[in-house]
C-alpha cells in the first residue's frame, strides 16, 4: 500500500479497541529489552573486520552457572559503536570481540581477540553502557573457535528468543509473491512490529543469488508497505548491470532503530561480499529510513560508496496526521512521533550533509483526487512535505510527476527515468 494513512487506520483502530491494545503490548515487550552497548576497535591496520560477540551463560547443575554461548554478534568495518539489545531482559552475558583478518565471521588461529572481564545480569529495561574493547596486536590463546556465522543457520524464532535486533534476514534469497511480502502482514508492522521482528519478516532479502559483476540496489519501502510494492520497477531494472536487494522492516518502529537495524545489516553483506558501491531507492517514509541509513553508514563504512539515492514522494516535511495521532490518541505509536512535523528525527537526518559525492535525485508527485481541497497532495502526502526545502537543498534535481502516491511506482516514466540514472551513475 505505502501511502501514509495514519490517521484513518488509527481512528479505525479506538473504534474496535483491539488495535490499540496490541500496540500496548508490543511496546511493553520492546521496552522491556535490556541494552549492552560500547565501543570496539582493533590495534591492527588494514583491510579487515571487527567481530564483537555476546556471550550468554548456560545454566549449569543445581542452577550454577554454565558454560558461555555464542549468542550474537555486531559487525563493525572499523573503530566503532555497537548495541546489543536481549528481547527478554534476562540471562548473565558477558563481551569479547576479535580481529577478523580474512572477513569471514570466524576466529582463527592468529586473529586478536580480547576477553572483556565484566559480566552483567539483564533485568528488564536494564541499560549497560560504555563498555570499551580493544583488540591487541597479539591474539590471545583460545579453547575454541567462535563461528558468528553459524548464528545464520538457526532460525529467526530460535534467535529472537534470545536476542532482539539481530534476527534479521542477511542476504537470505526470497520472491517477492511470497506471502510475508503481502498487504495484511505489512500493515502488521505498524501495529505488531515485535510479532512482525519474531516472525523473520525482518532484513535485506535477496531476490537473486549474489552476482559480484552486477551492481547492488537497494530499495527501501514506507509505512504499512513492503518490498512488493517495488515490483514494477524491479521486473523493468536492467538486470545485466545491476540486482535488486530490498529491505523490509516494521513500520511502527522508532526510524533511528530502523535506520540502525538498516546500517548493521548492510555492513554485514559489506563484509561478506566486499561490495564497492551500490544505490538506494526509496519511497515515501522509506526515504527518511533511507536517508537515517546513509548518514549512519558514512560515519561506520569504509568500504562501499553510495553515488546514488533516488527519493520517490517522501514526506520530507512529516505528515499532519502523525502529528494528530501523537495529540489525540490514547496510545501513541513509535513511528508518529518521527513523522510528526519538524520532529527530532526530521531535524537530525535533515540537518546533517550528505556524503561528499553522493547524488540525490528527489522526485515528486502531485495527482489529486477530484474531490480534494486543502493543499496540494497526491492522494497520500502532501505536495509541500514532498518539497521541504532542506530536503531540495540536498537534491541535485527535482522531478515532478502527475500521479499518485502508489501510482508512481508502477509508472513506466519513473522505471525509464531509474533505469537513466542508474546507468550514469555506475
Not at 503490548?25 to 591492527?44: F, P, W
Not at 536494564?126 to 580493544?134: G, I, K, P
Not at 566486499?274 to 537515517?292: D, T
Not at 494528530?324 to 501513541?332: E, K, L, S
Request: glycine share 10%; with cysteine.
Amino acid at each position: 500500500m505505502g501511502a501514509i494513512r495514519l490517521l484513518l487506520i488509527a481512528w479505525a483502530g479506538l473504534a474496535a479497541g483491539c488495535v490499540f491494545l496490541d500496540v500496548k503490548e508490543q511496546q511493553e515487550k520492546l521496552h522491556a529489552a535490556c541494552t549492552i552497548k560500547g565501543t570496539a576497535r582493533s590495534m591492527v591496520a588494514g583491510d579487515r573486520a571487527v567481530v564483537v560477540v555476546l556471550l550468554r551463560r548456560g545454566e549449569g547443575k543445581a542452577g550454577a552457572g554454565g558454560d558461555w554461548q555464542l549468542a550474537s554478534h555486531f559487525v563493525l568495518e572499523q573503530a566503532g559503536k555497537f548495541a546489543f539489545t536481549v528481547a527478554d531482559g534476562k540471562g548473565t552475558y558477558t563481551l569479547g570481540a576479535f580481529d577478523d583478518a580474512d572477513r569471514n565471521l570466524l576466529l582463527e588461529p592468529g586473529e586478536g581477540f580480547i576477553a572483556d572481564q565484566d559480566v552483567v545480569t539483564c533485568t528488564p529495561g536494564a541499560r549497560f553502557e560504555n563498555f570499551a574493547l580493544s583488540i591487541p596486536d597479539q591474539p590471545q590463546q583460545r579453547s575454541a573457535h567462535l563461528d558468528v556465522a553459524g548464528l545464520q543457520t538457526r532460525t529467526p524464532k530460535d534467535q529472537v528468543s534470545a536476542i532482539f535486533g539481530q534476527t534479521v534476514a542477511v542476504g537470505e534469497l526470497t520472491s517477492l509473491a511470497e506471502d510475508m511480502f503481502s498487504e495484511a502482514v505489512a500493515e502488521s508492522g505498524l501495529w505488531r512490529p515485535f510479532d512482525f521482528l519474531v516472525d523473520g519478516y525482518a532484513g535485506v532479502w535477496f531476490l537473486e543469488p549474489f552476482d559480484p559483476k552486477r551492481t547492488p540496489v537497494l530499495f527501501v519501502h514506507g509505512i504499512n508497505g513492503s518490498p512488493a510494492n517495488f515490483d514494477y520497477l524491479i521486473r523493468n531494472l536492467d538486470r545485466t548491470r545491476f540486482q535488486a536487494w530490498v529491505y523490509y522492516y516494521p513500520s511502527g518502529l522508532h526510524l533511528g532503530s530502523v535506520a540502525d537495524q538498516l546500517n548493521q545489516t548492510v555492513t554485514k553483506l559489506q563484509v561478506r561480499y566486499r561490495v564497492p558501491r551500490f544505490a538506494v531507492v526509496a519511497h515515501s517514509m522509506g526515504g527518511l529510513v533511507a536517508r537515517g541509513f546513509i548518514l549512519r553508514h558514512q560515519e561506520s563504512s569504509r568500504g562501499a560508496a553510495i553515488p546514488l539515492f533516488v527519493s520517490i514522494s517522501t514526506p520530507w516535511g512529516g505528515h499532519k496526521a502523525a502529528e494528530d495521532g501523537v495529540r489525540r490518541m490514547p496510545i501513541v505509536v513509535e513511528v508518529w512521533r518521527d513523522m510528526a512535523p519538524g520532529s527530532e528525527y526530521q531535524r537530525s537526518v535533515l540537518g546533517t550533509p550528505l556524503p561528499a559525492g553522493m547524488q540525490h535525485h528527489m522526485l515528486f508527485t502531485f495527482q489529486r483526487r477530484s474531490t480534494s481541497f486543502g493543499e496540494s497532495d497526491d492522494q497520500g502526502v502532501s505536495v509541500a512535505s514532498q518539497l521541504a526545502l532542506p530536503a531540495q537543498s540536498s537534491a541535485v534535481r527535482l522531478y515532478g510527476f502527475d500521479d499518485t502516491h502508489v501510482g508512481v511506482l508502477r509508472n513506466p516514466e519513473t522505471s525509464r527515468l531509474l533505469n537513466e540514472l542508474l546507468a550514469r551513475s555506475f
